[in-house]
């Protein structure tokens, strides 16, 4: 079954620090992906997507994210964490040839002053 | 460009009772769907379409319906409420070619 996983509910980390949000996938064929980010009581905002090309895929606030094929991974990077960048951080991966997407189950992140 | 938009952005209803959650989009995308949005399940496709006159299902259809008459709007309906519906409904589309979403920015519903 293709399906994409979130394993931590909540990421911890110190500001100033590097964060890391982890997703891996599992779809048949080559791969389209996705990290969206959700800021309280709002809808979802694109951040990234890989589609094909570099590994290492660069987007919005400063997060990048690295493509792994032989490990199905597709985490989410960035060098230097802010307060700011507290929110929940969802997965997502395309299925089949009509363009429909899902979606991990969210990772909160909490980025700590 | 006012992108996607939902409406209403809040709503209460009764047990039974029935309600159609607006979706519209003025960038010209084919590709529409409904997500609906509970804590712990992430977000659950509903129903999508790939163009006018064109819906499928997603992971959890059921006690929905859809229609897409013209490109710019993709409505979802209630039939008859459930508490097990009360959630945060999200719409998004994007052109043809996987290159990702634009949401708006949430419907919640709460059924008594």
């Known amino acids: 079954a293709q399906s994409v996983a979130q394993p931590e509910d909540q990421v911890n980390v110190a500001e100033g620090n590097p964060l890391t949000v982890k997703c891996t996938y599992s779809v048949s064929g080559n791969p389209y992906l996705f990290w969206y980010v959700q800021y309280p009581n709002r809808g979802l905002q694109f951040l990234l997507k890989?589609?094909?090309?570099?590994?290492l895929v660069k987007g919005s606030y400063g997060f990048e994210a690295e493509f792994n094929k032989s490990q199905t991974s597709f985490h989410l990077k960035k060098p230097s964490a802010l307060v700011s960048d507290s929110a929940l951080y969802f997965c997502a991966v395309r299925v089949g040839r009509d363009d429909k997407i899902i979606f991990g189950k969210g990772t909160r992140l909490h980025i700590l002053p | 460009n006012a992108g996607v938009t939902q409406t209403p952005k809040f709503q209460v209803l009764k047990t039974g009772q029935s309600m159609t959650l607006q979706c519209a989009q003025d960038m010209n995308h084919e590709y529409m769907s409904w997500y609906r949005q509970d804590p712990g399940m992430g977000l659950r496709l509903i129903h999508y379409?790939?163009?006018?006159?064109?819906?499928d299902q997603g992971e959890v259809p059921n006690g929905y319906n859809v229609s897409r008459s013209t490109t710019e709007d993709f409505p979802l309906r209630l039939l008859s409420a459930a508490p097990s519906q009360t959630s945060v409904y999200f719409c998004?589309?994007?052109?043809?070619?996987?290159?990702?979403?634009?949401f708006g920015s949430g419907t919640r519903l709460t059924v008594v």
């Open positions: 379409s790939v163009g006018a006159g064109i819906t």
């Open positions: 890989y589609i094909t090309g570099d590994n």
């Open positions: 998004a589309s994007s052109p043809l070619g996987g290159v990702g979403y634009t």
